[in-house]
Nanobody, 118 residues
Framework: QVQLVESGGGLVQAGGSLRLSCAASGRTSDVYKMGWFRQGPGKDREFVASVIWIGESTYYADSVKGRFTISKDNAKNTVYLQMNSLKPEDTAVYSC???????????WGQGTQVTVSS
């Protein structure tokens, strides 16, 4: 199993920045990719960004392209989400997850709240 712990959420004004971290522990050797998802109030969970764990490929939702950057530190088993030019509609609980070779998101963190005020 893999355990994930997110940190870095908080309250920020529109136009501001936050950096989220997700530390992985446990059986990380089986991880193929890591991703960030979010669920806003009254909304379904949506994909935000992902990165291939052994590699450099990254993927983004259209809504965050050019504003968010996903990165990783394999030595620390940590993935980051740098969020710039934040908008009120970015308000959500952000969760990280690991994905396996079958492209199933199999382990999830507990989430961290991001609130963007207008």
């Amino acid at each position: 199993q893999v355990q994930l712990v997110e940190s870095g959420g908080g309250l920020v004004q529109a136009g501001g920045s936050l950096r989220l971290s997700c530390a992985a522990s446990g059986r990380t050797s089986d991880v193929y990719k890591m991703g960030w998802f979010r669920q806003g109030p009254g909304k379904d969970r949506e994909f935000v960004a992902s990165v291939i764990w052994i590699g450099e490929s990254t993927y983004y939702a259209d809504s965050v392209k050019g504003r968010f950057t996903i990165s990783k530190d394999n030595a620390k088993n940590t993935v980051y989400l740098q969020m710039n030019s934040l908008k009120p509609e970015d308000t959500a609980v952000y969760s990280c997850a690991t994905g396996n070779l079958r492209h199933i998101w199999d382990y999830w963190g507990q989430g961290t709240q991001v609130t963007v005020s207008s």
